[in-house]
């Protein structure tokens, strides 16, 4: 019955859109930092896996401090869909975020960019592939 009613909460949450994408989420990285810094296989009391922790959650700050810059620039619809799938996995990370929202803007403008070109007038396309300048015949 437990197992049951954590997939029902789990399910639950991909069928919500996020709400409010108009701020930068506040995500728990907390748990990844320390799967990070354990994956060397030394024993938390190491010293080297408190310092490899506290530089992940320090480098998941600065990401997430540049993605409170950034974060205007994107999408809704960017942002709505990167939130859920930083979310979906239950290891939430800025840098996976940020790189998720980089990724389909990217993709978005090369699109753009695409149909630009193909909504151009062939003779005008083919006038500025000609090397030299040199004008058709």
């Known amino acids: 019955a437990m197992i049951l009613h954590k997939l029902l909460v789990i399910g639950a949450q991909f069928l919500l859109p996020v709400a409010g994408t108009d701020n930068v989420p506040h995500l728990n990285v907390e748990q990844l930092c320390e799967g990070i810094a354990k994956q060397g296989g030394v024993t938390f009391r190491d010293p080297a896996v408190a310092q490899e922790k506290k530089n992940c959650l320090e480098s998941e700050q600065a990401i997430r401090d540049e993605l409170v810059k ?11 869909h990167c939130v859920n799938e930083s979310l979906m996995g239950g ?6 975020l940020l790189t998720c929202l980089e990724m389909a803007r990217d993709v978005r403008t090369m699109r753009n960019e695409q149909q630009g070109l193909e909504n151009q007038p062939r003779n005008t396309r083919a006038k500025r592939s000609q090397p030299g300048g040199a004008k058709p015949q």
Do not use: C, H, L
């Open 70 to 80: 950034q974060w205007p620039n994107f999408s809704a619809a960017d942002k709505t």
């Open 91 to 96: 290891e939430s990370s800025y840098t996976e």
